[in-house]
Structures are given as C-alpha cells and as structure tokens.
C-alpha cells in the first residue's frame, strides 16, 4: 500500500525530470550548438527527435504520444537525459545518433 508521502515524492521527481529534460531540449542543447560547428542540428524539436529515436530504438511518436517529456516514465526520462548529458559533454556523438535517427525513420543517410 502506497502513502501519501510515497506519492507526492513519486510526483517530485517525475516533476524534477521532466524539468530537467525541457531545460536540455529548450535551451541547454540548442546554445551549445552555437559553439559545436559540426553538430547537424541547431533546433530544440531536432534534438528531441534524435534522442527519443534513439532512446525507443523507433520514430518515437511510434512509442509514446506527443508531447514526450509529458508521457515518458521516470526511467526513460532519466536515460534521456543521461544522453543528453552524455551529448553536451562529448560522450556521445551527436553525429552518429542523428544518423541512426534518420535510418530508424528511413530516411537516407550518407557520410
């Protein structure tokens, strides 16, 4: 049996990392981008596609409704997020997963 502090803990970090994916899609990836010449994106909804694609392994809207941020489980919110992260700081190469992101979609993708 859940209590009430479970609940409204449950809805605090749902809240907080809902909060924090927004913050890295809005503003945290697209200014970056101003500094990373070789990304292929600029726009918040690019990143967004390409880390959700890659998250769900599919065009994400084939995965969970829009908006995404409002119908991800924590669990997939933090691994989003944990790639996002993994992005700014040079971890992940954003080039890559753009490519499979488009591949995923069908789109064809050259170099």
Same mark, same amino acid.
């Given at each position: =049996?859940?209590n009430?502090?479970? $609940?409204?803990?449950?809805?605090?970090?749902?809240?907080?990392?809902?909060?924090? +994916? /927004?913050?890295?899609?809005?503003?945290?990836?697209? $200014?970056?981008?101003?500094?990373?010449?070789? +990304? @292929?994106?600029?726009?918040?909804?690019?990143f967004?596609?390409?880390?959700?694609? *890659?998250?769900?392994?599919? @065009? +994400?809207?084939?995965?969970?409704?829009? @908006?995404? +941020?409002?119908? =991800?489980? @924590?669990?997939?919110?933090?691994a989003?997020?944990?790639?996002?992260?993994?992005?700014?700081?040079?971890?992940?190469? &954003?080039?890559? &997963? *753009?490519?499979?992101?488009?591949?995923?979609?069908g789109? /064809? $993708?050259?170099?």
């Amino acid at each position: =049996m859940t209590n009430c502090r479970q $609940v409204q803990g449950a809805d605090a970090q749902i809240q907080s990392l809902r909060a924090r +994916w /927004v913050e890295l899609i809005r503003r945290e990836l697209p $200014v970056a981008a101003l500094r990373q010449k070789h +990304w @292929p994106v600029r726009l918040d909804h690019c990143f967004a596609r390409i880390l959700l694609d *890659n998250l769900y392994g599919r @065009p +994400w809207r084939e995965a969970i409704p829009a @908006p995404a +941020w409002r119908h =991800m489980s @924590p669990d997939d919110l933090a691994a989003g997020i944990d790639l996002a992260e993994a992005v700014l700081e040079g971890r992940a190469d &954003l080039r890559a &997963l *753009n490519r499979r992101s488009l591949e995923l979609r069908g789109k /064809v $993708v050259s170099g």
